[in-house]
């Protein structure tokens, strides 16, 4: 269960909430307030979810759902479609929007009506994946966590990144996870999806709700090594330890995984269906 310190609370700078909004800290691989997990503003938690971005200086927002999605619970989109808008005490304007093939990139500017001072928030909204469908497709959606962590490291700062999605649950916990997993792979070599699974849990404990969603992330990680060390192997580089990565289990154990044989791919995949039997007492839900 998530304690108080991981609660993101809001100023009394004229929110409608009593500093209560439905979002969390999430720990990373480079600092303990890497992420922020939150809900999708609805109608009525606009402006407090603005008053968030600017109060944690947030400049880079994960949208992790549709705007139809969104639209039973929200009569509006939450950003201007043009030019500017005020949401509360925070004026955000719009800079720019174009479409990729791995997300549709958005970018505002944002000031404060009593503060001085303004920055820039870059947005990446994720929009590949049916509203029904219980699990992502595997390939769009490693580019895309690949896309975004790549473009954080181009300008680090040690502020939060926003993830947001309907219920800020599942598919935060999911997008986080890979994020932690890209990240330990590049500077370790080695990754442990058990205790960053674990980590996000302890903040918010809807984050990876269901067996199936904990071994979809072992999935995602061992395509993400494949691919790595195919464009290792197309720019004809091997590492000293001839591309060795290591996996730790639940019982805290290295597993050793080399893709020069897809055997090796299979044997990793039996050993963590066999581990996974330990989730078997998290929620039996769907993704949210």
């Known amino acids: 269960m998530n304690d108080d310190n991981s609660l993101v609370k809001l100023s009394e700078d004229g929110n409608s909430s009593n500093g209560y909004i439905n979002a969390s800290y999430i720990p990373g691989q480079k600092f303990k307030k890497e992420f922020i997990a939150a809900q999708s503003p609805l109608h009525g938690t606009v402006n407090d979810f603005w008053q968030m971005i600017w109060e944690q200086h947030i400049t880079t927002i994960v949208m992790f759902s549709s705007c139809e999605e969104d639209a039973p619970a929200s009569s509006e989109v939450y950003w201007p479609l043009t030019k500017s808008k005020l ?54 959606l490693i580019n895309f966590v690949t896309h975004v962590v790549q ?53 918010r404990p809807s984050m990876i709700q269901t067996k199936d969603e904990y071994l979809f992330l072992h999935h995602c990680t061992l395509d993400i090594i494949r691919a790595r060390d195919q ?20 019982a805290g154990n290295n597993i050793y995984y080399n893709d020069s044989a897809d055997q090796r791919y299979d044997t990793v995949l039996k050993r963590y269906n066999s581990i996974a039997t330990d989730y078997e007492t998290i929620y039996d839900s769907t993704i949210d």
């Open 87 to 140: 949401f509360g005490n925070v004026l955000v304007t719009h800079v720019e929007e174009k479409p990729s093939v791995e997300c549709i990139f958005r970018k505002f500017e944002l000031t404060h009506v009593k503060k001085k001072g303004s920055f820039q928030v870059k947005q990446f909204q994720y929009d590949s994946r049916p509203v029904n469908s219980d699990l992502c497709e595997q390939e769009p």
């Open 151 to 203: 473009q954080r490291e181009q300008h680090p700062i040690k502020y939060p990144t926003l993830v947001h999605c309907r219920t800020g649950g599942s598919r935060c916990g999911i997008f986080i996870a890979l994020s932690r997993i890209v990240t330990q792979l590049k500077m370790n070599n080695s990754v442990d999806v058990y205790s960053i699974v674990n980590d996000l849990l302890l903040s």
């Open 231 to 250: 464009r290792n192997r197309d720019m004809g580089y091997t590492d000293p330890g001839g591309n060795n990565i290591y996996y730790n289990d639940s």
